[in-house]
């Protein structure tokens, strides 16, 4: 299974602050047939559901704010968050879909200082 | 607009038995293809099974592979989750969600607790 990892484990920052996670792969999920990377991420808000923010690496989901972004390519990739607003304290995950195996990252918990 | 409704879970003893379902609306179910997502008790997500739009094919992880049988009626829009010889690191919340590559809706979940 392609392992997802992290960091950091979490981040406090002032409203209006830049966030900046990243995630890195064991192997690339970056596929040549078609030149995507097949990665994920998606913030969990405190007691919901999951909600889908960007995939293909770059691309937002519905209705997403652009001060959500996501950068990268083959093994290292990374969600900013710019402008933090209140809204935004959630745990963020990356997950690969690259193998029959799906996986997610451990997750980023995000914090207004 | 997209609504998944779990539904099934509940409190089973170690090597029992449990089947959830998934109410499906909003969208044209079967033709899209679906998966369980599953949350420990203050842990992470993790991906457990995932299901093609005709049910022909299905994947599983391997914590749950031989165990957990996923399947769907698209006459009725529902997608399932049959869970066998259930261990306690199987309790979780359990969510349905659109879609397997990647997730674009989730439900909230319905709530499996594996204990004597």
């Known amino acids: 299974d392609i392992v997802m990892t992290q960091s950091p484990d979490s981040l406090a920052l002032s409203l209006g602050e830049t966030a900046t996670i990243n995630c890195r792969s064991s192997?690339?999920?970056?596929?040549?047939?078609?030149?995507?990377?097949?990665l994920a991420w998606y913030q969990q808000r405190p007691g919901q559901p999951p909600k889908l923010l960007i995939y293909?690496?770059?691309t937002r989901g519905s209705g997403v704010p652009d001060r959500f972004s996501g950068s990268g390519s083959g093994t290292d990739f990374t969600l900013t968050i710019s402008s933090l607003q209140a809204e935004d304290v959630a745990v963020y995950y990356c997950?690969?879909?690259?193998?029959?195996?799906?996986?997610f990252g451990g997750g980023t918990k995000v914090e207004i200082k | 607009e997209v609504q998944l409704l779990e539904s099934g879970g509940d409190l089973v003893q170690p090597g029992g038995s449990l089947r959830l379902s998934c109410a499906a609306s909003?969208?044209?179910?079967?033709?899209?293809?679906m998966s369980w997502v599953r949350q420990a008790p203050g842990k992470g997500l993790e991906w457990v099974s995932g299901?093609?739009?005709?049910?022909?094919?299905?994947f599983y992880a391997g914590s749950v592979k031989g165990r957990f049988t996923i399947s769907r009626d698209n006459s009725k829009n529902t997608l399932f989750l049959q869970m066998n010889n259930l261990r306690a690191e199987d309790t979780a919340v359990y969510y349905c969600?659109?879609?397997?590559?990647?997730?674009?809706?989730w439900g909230q979940g319905t709530l499996v607790t594996v204990s004597s």
């Open positions: 997950q690969q879909y690259y193998g029959a195996q799906l996986t």
């Open positions: 969600a659109k879609g397997n590559s990647p997730q674009d809706y």
């Open positions: 192997q690339t999920v970056l596929h040549s047939s078609n030149n995507k990377n097949y």
């Open positions: 909003g969208f044209t179910f079967g033709s899209s293809a």
């Open positions: 299901i093609s739009t005709s049910g022909d094919s299905a």
């Open positions: 293909w690496a770059s």
